[in-house]
């Protein structure tokens, strides 16, 4: 996979328009770019990160295939602990902090359940490695360190920075050995690390991951049904039309089902779930 490859949005069904704009506006920072009846698009600066979709009926199902989380990466630690300190001060639920040693994370989920990361990531330099190999904890985060980040600096709330992103994706999936086939043989991500024979993390460009695929779900967990709540696709953005040609080219290679157009391939994993990948500026 060519190593500028990056995620670039994240897509969902929700249950509630107006209610999900509401939360990623004020509780996390976002700022809609768009919106009709049905759908909002959202980012942080220009782009467009994530796409909203509301259908009343979706209906909520656990125990498939489908987002584990979605990591919004913003670009520095005094970032992390002014969206910590909102936060707090909108009395949100969270569901976990933790040290990665890549990265400080904040863990939550929106009002239909689906799962948010925010965190930021450590200098390269900085990531720890044991055997030549990166190695990723889980240690706990110094909640009281990150938010002394705010002292002394001007910390009324403006929302997202400028500069930040969709860092990584996070999957359910069916079975570890069929993902890794697709995702690391035929697209060609490199596998960063392995952890308890029950999740794979993976990347290009030597990042400590963009994508995290698990079974805790279930191994031969089932795809969710049409149009449930969750995730609808994810897009992986590379830097040309060369780089696409070339992730094309392997999935016919591997006879992988694939929806070809100009800018874009819409392609399934083993798991069902839908990426889309994209060359377009």
Same mark, same amino acid.
């Given at each position: ?7 670039? =949005?994240?897509?969902?069904?929700? =249950?509630? %328009? ?9 509780? %996390? ?13 959202? $980012? ?7 796409? +909203? ?29 002014? =969206? ?23 863990? +939550? &989920? ?20 044991? *055997? ?14 990150? %938010? ?12 997202? &920075?400028? *500069? ?11 079975? +570890? ?28 460009? $030597?990042?400590?991951?963009?994508? $995290?695929?698990?079974?805790? &779900? ?11 709540? *969750? ?51």
């Amino acid at each position: 996979m060519h190593p500028a490859t990056a995620i670039e =949005s994240v897509h969902l069904t929700i =249950s509630d %328009l107006d209610r999900s704009v509401r939360f990623y506006e004020t509780q %996390l920072g976002f700022t809609t770019h768009r919106r009709d009846d049905r759908t909002a698009w959202l $980012g942080a600066g220009r782009d467009d990160l994530l796409v +909203l979709t509301a259908d009343a009926r979706a209906p909520r199902v656990r125990g498939t295939t489908g987002l584990y989380h979605f990591a919004v990466l913003v670009p520095s630690r005094v970032e992390l602990a002014r =969206s910590l300190q909102r936060l707090v001060e909108t009395d949100t639920v969270m569901q976990g902090f933790a040290d990665h040693g890549v990265s400080e994370a904040l863990y +939550l &989920a929106d009002p239909d359940g689906n799962g948010i990361e925010i965190y930021r990531d450590r200098p390269r330099t900085d990531w720890p490695l044991a *055997g030549g190999h990166l190695r990723m904890g889980t240690d706990p985060l110094d909640v009281d360190d990150l %938010l002394r980040e705010n002292q002394g600096v001007h910390n009324s709330w403006t929302g997202l &920075a400028e *500069g930040t992103r969709i860092g990584h994706v996070h999957l359910h999936v069916s079975r +570890l050995p069929e993902a890794e086939r697709f995702y690391v043989d035929v697209l060609g991500f490199d596998v960063m690390q392995r952890y308890a024979r029950t999740a794979l993390f993976i990347a290009a460009g $030597g990042y400590h991951h963009h994508i $995290g695929l698990n079974t805790w &779900a279930g191994v031969g967990a089932p795809p969710p049904p049409a149009g449930a709540i *969750g995730l609808r696709h994810v897009v992986v953005r590379l830097p040309n039309e060369a780089a696409l040609r070339e992730v094309e080219q392997r999935l016919r290679a591997a006879d992988v089902a694939v929806d070809a157009a100009n800018t874009h391939l819409r392609v399934h994993d083993p798991a069902q779930n839908l990426i889309l990948l994209t060359s377009r500026p």
